[in-house]
C-alpha cells in the first residue's frame, strides 16, 4: 500500500491532483488507516499512471472517463475507444493548422518591422489592427 506522497511521486503527480480526481470519480476512494491516511493499491498507481498519459497526451477528463469505463468492460470492441482516440487525432490536427498560421503571422509581422522607434513598430500596428492580420481570430483559443 501507498501513500498519497508516495503515489504522487511515482506517477509525476501532485498530491492536489490526486485529490482532484477522487473528488471528481477518476480514482476510486482509497482505503484508510485509522488515522484517517490515505492508502493506495497497484491498481491505484496503474490507474492514475493510465491517467496522466492520457493527460499527457493531451485528452480531456471526460475523454478519459469515458477510456476507463470502457477498459472496465475488456470484453466488448474497442470500437468506441478507437472513436474516442480518433476525435482527438481530429482536434490536434485542427490546432495544428491554427498553430502554423499563427507562426505564419508571427513570421510576417517580424520580417516587416524595420527596428526603428516604438512609434513605427510593425509589430504593434498589426496588434492594434486586426485587419491587417492574416490569422482568423474566429477560434480564440489554439
Not at 498589426?126 to 481570430?137: A, K, S
Amino acid at each position: 500500500m501507498l501513500t498519497i506522497g508516495t503515489l504522487a511521486k511515482r506517477t509525476g503527480s501532485k498530491v492536489q491532483t490526486i485529490r482532484y480526481y477522487e473528488q471528481i470519480g477518476l480514482m476510486p476512494e482509497p482505503e484508510r488507516t485509522e488515522g484517517g491516511q490515505r492508502r493506495y493499491s497497484g491498481a491505484a498507481l496503474d490507474r492514475l499512471s493510465f491517467i496522466r498519459h492520457a493527460r499527457d497526451l493531451g485528452f480531456s477528463l471526460d475523454a478519459i472517463r469515458e477510456l476507463l469505463t470502457l477498459s472496465d468492460n475488456p470484453g466488448q470492441p474497442c470500437t468506441d475507444i478507437d472513436a474516442i482516440a480518433q476525435k482527438h487525432l481530429r482536434a490536434v490536427e485542427a490546432r495544428l493548422v491554427r498553430l502554423e498560421a499563427l507562426r505564419r503571422e508571427l513570421r510576417r509581422m517580424i520580417g516587416e518591422c524595420s527596428g526603428g522607434a516604438v512609434s513605427e513598430c510593425r509589430v504593434l500596428e498589426v496588434l492594434r489592427d486586426h485587419g491587417e492580420c492574416l490569422m482568423d481570430h474566429g477560434s480564440g483559443n489554439l
